[in-house]
């Protein structure tokens, strides 16, 4: 989102005017307004009022960060630029759930489960992509700009919808599809050399301070960070109290993981605290750990049918203590410098929370499997594998479960003595962080659990109980189902180069230079035009006769053909060319063509002097390899050999371009490329 109104700021009321307007959108696209009468509307209008005090609060903080010079102001405003993005996000939280139909209840009872941490989108501001597209057209490509206008427009329609997108898979797609096409314009308009004069504005998701940057890559890196936080929420909002429910969290955890992973792993120099090493490792690490909680309560569900079996409460046993593992490698990572600076202390205190609940759950079910007297008797504690952490004063395997039942009761009171303790030092934990929210369920759910180990507790306990208590060992942390992180599916978007009208990316981008020739006209001779073709998109002139019609016009060997007879023909294959060639019969041609070749970028040819217009032409880069196409037609003349020329260099990706997909990745380089025909089929 965007600032509220101010005088220096004339772009600054958007917020609050999409704040208050139903129109139509892209699919994908959540309106924040639904028009429902009565006190549902008058609540989502308070909502309405709190963000907009929130957004003048956010404006007056952002002119004193970005004006002032003194540090410790500059640290005041930050952390005030914090708590007011915190209220921001959850409001806006509200108001989306306050609009949906299809958000699920909370269970009630004994399947509450525990709250996962979603995070917030990166939040832009409007982006004016006219201006500067059109110029680059005009001057570069030698194109009308101003005949661009509809696919602009689309262009910022699609932007402005990923600012909002909803919360499930067609959100997703949306923000795919917005990636993808940053691709396509990556590719095409953004070169060392030239490229379009954009400032991109985004405000860091954790800490809500401002950022901005001229390079794409801030661009493109800021819709992927939104699409891992968007699978967060779309994690975060399944309905953990049965299988289905666990399996899409996890689901949509794991590749909420793949995301940060692909940011952390190709995006360098980030501008704000989001997009930093250290936050993006962390970010992976708690998402791993969600995941991790998810399969476990999965598990949890379907072990509920047979609760008095042995072998399989200890599997949960160990699948929390894993649980518990994964949250306190995330809680350390976030109490240390530099992530601890910049991350809500909430989340801090969570992971801690988490990590000796989970710790409490393994020893609780550990006793739950020692005190299944019919499961001991049938000798299946034995053949167990090791469920206990080996110590010091033990063997190297760890200790080994009891046989005895008398034994099996003792260490289950023990065990759940640790699980009794862990759970009020959950609950100890949590009081010491401000509730964010009226329904606590997190409290609910430890609290629940404390009362089921006091419960078990209370049966084990014997008046005549005077011996010493048994010390519980540790649990050994194990997964029978680890959490992969996946990678983000944007190959499985279709987009379409929403310029795909300026030509193939091969040739016609800011990363390669031509001279624009013609139109020149032409009649048939006796031998013909003069001239061969060859390959496709865009068809080139394998060779030009001496003495011929097509050398007396100025064509010259390598030049590709845009226009035949006003038409433009950049993505026509070799055989439209051809026959609309030859269905001229006698009458003239008129052609339109590029000269891709470097001797004649300082100048003009001779013969066409007078029609030419010179544009950029292409710097050398090295040949490329590739399998000889074979696909040609002779014109009224011999064949004549292609030669042996130098071809522009494959487009370089930014340093984000390795996250864009295979199939994207081919869309843009692997179209058919003229260089790759100009260098290898040659005719005979």
Avoid at 453 to 477: C, G, H, M, T, W
């Amino acid at each position: 989102m965007i600032l509220e109104e101010r005088p220096d700021d004339p772009g600054a009321s958007e917020d609050s005017d999409r704040l208050q307007e139903d129109s139509s959108n892209p699919k994908g696209y959540d309106s924040l307004m639904q028009n429902q009468p009565g006190q549902l509307q008058s609540h989502r209008a308070r909502l309405h009022q709190q963000i907009s005090k929130e957004l003048r609060m956010r404006t007056g903080a952002e002119n004193l960060y970005r004006a002032t010079s003194n540090t410790w102001v500059r640290e005041t405003v930050a952390l005030e630029l914090s708590y007011v993005n915190s209220n921001l996000q959850l409001l806006k939280e509200e108001l989306a759930e306050l609009g949906s139909s299809a958000d699920v209840e909370q269970p009630e009872g004994e399947s509450v489960t525990i709250p996962m941490i979603p995070l917030g989108l990166n939040e832009t501001k409007e982006l004016d992509w006219a201006t500067p597209l059109k110029e680059l057209i005009s001057e570069h490509f030698g194109e009308d700009g101003t005949s661009y206008e509809t696919e602009i427009q689309e262009l910022e329609d699609l932007r402005q919808a990923t600012r909002t997108p909803s919360r499930d898979e067609v959100g997703l797609d949306l923000l795919a599809a917005y990636y993808i096409q940053l691709c396509f314009l990556d590719a095409r308009f953004f070169s060392p050399a030239r490229s379009p004069r954009l400032l991109f504005h985004w405000y860091d998701s954790l800490t809500g301070v401002p950022a901005q940057q001229r390079a794409l890559a801030f661009e493109k890196g800021s819709i992927l960070f939104n699409i891992g936080a968007l699978h967060t929420q779309i994690g975060a909002r399944q309905d953990c109290s049965c299988t289905e429910g666990t399996s899409h969290a996890a689901e949509a955890f794991q590749r909420a993981a793949g995301a940060f992973r692909l940011l952390r792993e190709n995006f360098s120099h980030a501008p704000s605290p989001d997009m930093s090493t250290a936050a993006l490792s962390m970010l992976e690490q708690l998402m791993v750990a969600q995941a991790q909680e998810c399969i476990f309560k999965g598990l949890l569900l379907r072990a509920s049918d047979t609760p008095d079996s042995c072998p399989a409460q200890l599997q949960l046993a160990q699948e929390a203590a894993q649980v518990a593992a994964e949250y306190g490698l995330v809680h350390r990572v976030m109490a240390q410098p530099p992530v601890r600076d910049h991350l809500p202390a909430s989340w801090t205190n969570l992971a801690h929370v988490k990590a000796e609940h989970f710790s409490a759950l393994a020893h609780y079910h550990t006793a739950m499997a020692l005190c299944e007297g019919s499961s001991a008797d049938k000798g299946e504690l034995p053949g167990q594998e090791h469920v206990f952490q080996p110590s010091a004063t033990c063997e190297p395997q760890g200790p080994t479960l009891p046989q005895h039942p008398e034994e099996c009761r003792k260490l289950a009171k023990a065990h759940l003595k640790r699980a009794i303790l862990g759970q009020e030092e959950a609950l100890r934990l949590h009081t010491l962080c401000r509730v964010l929210r009226k329904v606590d369920l997190l409290q609910v759910v430890v609290t629940q659990a404390l009362r089921r180990s006091l419960a078990k507790y209370s049966e084990l306990e014997r008046e005549d109980d005077f011996f010493e208590a048994v010390e519980a060992p540790d649990i050994q942390p194990k997964t029978h189902q680890a959490p992969e992180v996946k990678m983000p599916s944007l190959s499985q978007v279709k987009v379409t180069d929403l310029f795909h009208r300026l030509g193939p990316l091969s040739v016609f981008s800011t990363k390669n230079r031509w001279q624009l020739v013609g139109p020149v006209r032409m009649t048939r001779g006796e031998g013909g035009f003069g001239f061969t073709l060859r390959g496709d998109s865009p068809v080139l002139i394998a060779g030009v006769v001496p003495g011929s019609q097509a050398e007396s016009a100025g064509l010259k060997e390598g030049d590709y053909i845009v226009s035949v007879n006003g038409c433009p023909c950049k993505w026509w294959k070799h055989v439209e060319v051809v026959a609309q060639l030859r269905g001229v019969g006698e009458d003239s041609v008129s052609l339109q063509v590029v000269d891709p070749d470097d001797r004649h970028c300082c100048g003009v040819r001779e013969s066409v002097a007078s029609r030419r217009r010179c544009l950029p032409a292409p710097a050398p880069g090295p040949s490329l390899p590739g399998a000889a196409r074979t696909n040609k037609a002779r014109l009224g003349v011999n064949q004549t050999p292609a030669r042996t020329g130098t071809v522009s260099p494959v487009p370089e990706l930014d340093t984000l371009d390795p996250c864009v997909p295979r199939v994207a990745v081919e869309a843009i380089l692997l179209c058919p490329s003229p260089c790759n025909q100009l260098q290898l089929a040659r005719c005979t």
